[in-house]
């Protein structure tokens, strides 16, 4: 069992930790009691290969006769033969400040920030001494963080995305998940040619219309060489999803055209894409 102790001090980027762990196959828990920690070890080996990997978080709201009782834990932990690793996260002052004015939280020692940053590292000094690993998130991005934790953990770490592309109807509002929008409304309306009205963009007698007009050929030519710019960059920093939300008035045609031709694209050059038409459904009634 690969058991680790993330610690260090608040808005050091422990919990964002705890989250990557998580993607990456780990149970995890946060703030634990220190008391119960062999007991939660123990369960977790009882379990095998389902808790074969696990973080626990701990740091400064456990409280200091908590944190002092650390040592005899972890005696405790190592006479039962479990093997462990402590991560400790850190950062330097104007960071940490910086990302308390950014969430406006309050600091969990119920200070004032500045001081309340002093009396947790004074607090953490002692389990900063016992720490297998210490890392500094005052410069890092979210994406070097992964590949350091990656590094850290053994494990082969693939960036990777996630994307989905959305078709909507402006008429039924902007999809609030969306990162990127784009309006096809100035492509020719199936909705005007009587034989396609009843039709989706899903039928080919639409596709056909759409696809055949130049203005679409050309935007495809466009759209396509951006999205590819822009996907590896996105991967780069660390972004795990991306929504790509195509609309036009009603949802129903050009939209859903459009849609399925970037996804299509997208899976021709190895991305797992899923699709979503928001609004296709909407308004066949009055079609009927």
Do not use: W
């Not at 607090?123 to 934790?149: N, P, R, Y």
């Amino acid at each position: 069992m690969q058991f680790y102790i993330v610690t260090g001090l608040s808005g050091a980027g422990k919990s964002q930790a705890l989250k990557i762990l998580e993607d990456m196959g780990f149970f995890c828990v946060d703030n634990l009691p220190v008391a119960l920690v062999p007991r939660f070890a123990d369960l977790c080996r009882a379990q095998g290969a389902k808790f074969s990997r696990v973080a626990l978080g701990i740091d400064i709201r456990a409280g200091k006769p908590s944190l002092d009782s650390l040592d005899g834990v972890l005696s405790e932990i190592k006479k039962k033969g479990i093997k462990y690793r402590i991560i400790f996260f850190t950062a330097n002052d104007s960071t940490l400040l910086q990302r308390y004015s950014e969430t406006r939280r309050r600091h969990p020692l119920g200070r004032r920030i500045v001081d309340g940053i002093h009396k947790e590292r004074k607090l953490m000094e002692k389990v900063l001494s016992i720490a297998d690993q210490v890392i500094d998130t005052s410069h890092l991005t979210l994406a070097e963080l992964k590949e350091i934790l990656a590094r850290v953990m053994g494990i082969s770490y693939i960036r990777k995305i996630m994307i989905s592309t959305l078709s909507f109807g402006y008429k039924y509002g902007i999809p609030t998940d969306a990162d990127l929008v784009i309006d096809v409304r100035f492509l020719p309306n199936p909705n005007y040619v009587p034989s396609l009205r009843s039709k989706t963009g899903q039928d080919v007698a639409v596709k056909k219309y759409v696809q055949r007009q130049k203005p679409a050929r050309e935007f495809f030519r466009r759209f396509l060489d951006l999205i590819n710019f822009l996907i590896p960059r996105y991967v780069r920093e660390g972004k795990s999803y991306l929504t790509i939300a195509v609309g036009c008035t009603g949802g129903r045609h050009r939209s859903v055209v459009v849609a399925e031709h970037i996804a299509q694209f997208l899976r021709k050059s190895r991305y797992p894409v899923k699709i979503y038409h928001r609004d296709i459904e909407r308004g066949v009634e009055a079609y009927r």
